[in-house]
């Protein structure tokens, strides 16, 4: 299976600020790497898909970068309601997720 | 707007099949742009996909699961299920339901779930 490894685990961030998450594949899975927000008790809501492509209705604040075995998750200038965990996925081979990044507001 | 319902028993005891169904409104199951899948979430962890099933029949099955994992769908009621036998207290976890959607682009077709059930809690417990 092919390993995703986010990082950090966590982080905590003020309002307004310009925040990044990375996700590493264990081999090169092209562009295909989504992203996923999940709030507390709520199922997981699709973001990016093929690593830079926005899904429809999600905020152009978020944005994702990267191929190969690298991403990023952007979040240009971070909103109250985006406190979450955000969780990469690879639909290149079996798919799997990465084991998530919880964002939190100062 | 597509809803999924995911329905079962919550508690189950170890050796039993856990058995779960995803009702699929707003939409055909029959549509041949969708795959229909099961992912899982250990308490507090991250998320497993379990496996999907195209309208036809198709199987696609997490190895790590697969001896123990029936998908099946029934186009007539718009809905699939999910058995997974031989339970024991790891497969406690949340069970979501999920279409799966391709979207070409670039020479390559990007498949992503985009639409989830709310998820229901199955407990293993003797």
């Known amino acids: 299976d092919i390993q995703m490894t986010q990082s950090p685990s966590s982080l905590s961030a003020s309002v307004g600020d310009r925040v990044t998450l990375t996700c590493r594949a264990s081999?090169?899975?092209?562009?295909?790497l989504n992203w996923y927000q999940q709030k507390p008790g709520k199922a997981p809501k699709l973001l990016i898909y093929?690593?830079?492509s926005l899904q429809s209705g999600v905020p152009s604040r978020f944005s994702g970068s990267g191929s190969g075995t690298d991403f990023t998750l952007t979040i240009s200038s971070l909103q109250p309601e985006d406190s979450a965990t955000y969780y990469c996925?690879?639909?290149?081979?079996?798919?799997?997720f990465g084991g998530g990044t919880k964002v939190e507001i100062k | 707007q597509v809803l999924l319902q995911e329905s079962g028993p919550g508690l189950l005891k170890p050796s039993q099949t856990l058995s779960l169904t995803c009702a699929v409104s707003g939409g055909s199951i029959r549509s041949g742009a969708y795959y229909w899948g099961w992912i899982r979430q250990h308490p507090g962890k991250g998320l497993e996909w379990i496996g999907y099933?195209?309208?036809?029949?198709?199987?696609y099955y997490n190895p790590s699961l697969k001896s123990r994992v029936t998908i099946s769908i029934d186009t007539s009621k718009n809905q699939f299920s999910l058995k997974l036998s031989s339970v024991t207290a790891a497969d406690t976890a949340v069970y979501y339901c999920?279409?799966?959607?391709?979207?070409?682009?670039?020479?390559?077709?990007?498949?992503?779930?985009?639409?989830w059930g709310q998820g229901t809690l199955v407990t293993v417990s003797s």
């Open positions: 081999q090169s899975i092209r562009s295909y």
């Open positions: 999920a279409r799966d959607l391709g979207t070409p682009r670039d020479g390559y077709n990007f498949r992503y779930f985009d639409y």
């Open positions: 093929g690593a830079s």
């Open positions: 996925q690879q639909s290149y081979s079996t798919l799997t």
């Open positions: 099933i195209y309208y036809s029949g198709s199987t």
